[in-house]
């Protein structure tokens, strides 16, 4: 992995991906963020699904620019974030992440300069990334230290997140050592059931491709969460107190106290895009 020389920054990105769509992936996504802000964070949620933007549905926004627009209408990066409840800041991708391998060099800087201004400005970004075996998708997560791999109980999403793994594991810039996965078991009915999906999906990323993953937590399945999306009011903001508000909250809480994280120098935003974009040109 290609290293910034001598930057580091104490911005953490997360990417959330899944092997099969429709998992909980942006629900998740939003509420951790909102989660996270209850703890004190600055968070921005990057929307890197290329389809229907729905972090713009969840939370009733309709941002004006996306990424690229900080290239080709010379946009600022502080007239491309949109401002979510609780301060919640999110960019949109827009189609423009796809195209970011062709861009030439002075473009590449212009939008490193003008991302890592992110850097002093959050303290977490949040990468909703698309679901699947996508150039765009495994890209995000070679690139990310940090993974978030939504699961639920359904046999097809644990065999699709193992494709996931299995396909990022072929890639030659992935060195499992260098990066921390942590499973999310969504839509479960038992802390039992969220305990096995991750169980079941370890034994075999452990044994046919020598990746360990880490286990995070667990959200039961709860029909508050659609009926929140519907009325774009995060259930982590309408029933603070709820029990999957708590779960999300503890899954917040071991990502802010993960000790491992602290370890590593971080890239920022900077450092992932820029990775981004080269493994994106490698593999064109
Ligand atoms: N824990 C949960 N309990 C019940 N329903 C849930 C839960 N998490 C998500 N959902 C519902 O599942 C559906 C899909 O959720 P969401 O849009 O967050 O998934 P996604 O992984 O982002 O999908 P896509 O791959 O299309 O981007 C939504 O209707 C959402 O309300
Ligand atoms: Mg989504």
Known sequence: MQRLDGYSSPLRVLAVTSGKGGVGKTSFSVNLAIQLEKMGKRVLILDADF???????????????????????????SDIITEGPMNIGFISGGSGVQDLGNLDS???????????????????????????ISD???????????????VTPEPTSITDAYSLLKAVNR????????????????????????????????????????????????????????????????????????????????????????????????QGIAGVFLNYIKTRRRNK
Request: hydrophobic fraction near 40%.
């Open 171 to 266: 890639k030659k810039e992935f060195i499992a050592t260098q990066k921390t996965i942590n499973v999310v078991s969504n839509k479960v009915e038992s802390e039992s059931e969220g305990m096995e999906i991750y169980k079941k999906l370890n034994a075999v990323a452990s044994k046919f491709l020598n990746i360990q993953l880490e286990y995070i937590g667990y959200i039961y399945h709860d029909r508050n969460i659609a009926k929140a999306v519907i009325e774009q009011n995060p259930i982590t903001i309408t029933e603070p107190k709820g029990e999957t508000a708590r779960l999300i909250f503890g899954i917040a809480d071991r990502i802010v106290n993960d000790k491992k994280y602290e370890e590593q120098q971080g």
């Open 106 to 132: 002075k473009q590449i800087k212009l939008l490193i300069s003008k991302l890592s201004q992110l850097d002093s400005m959050y303290d977490n970004i949040i990468i909703d990334t698309g679901a699947g």
């Open 136 to 150: 765009s998708v495994l890209e995000f997560v070679l690139t990310c230290p940090e993974i978030m791999l939504v």
């Open 51 to 77: 389809g229907l933007s729905n972090v713009e549905v969840m939370l009733g926004i309709r941002p004006q620019y996306n990424i690229s627009d900080l290239i080709y209408k010379q946009k600022n990066i």
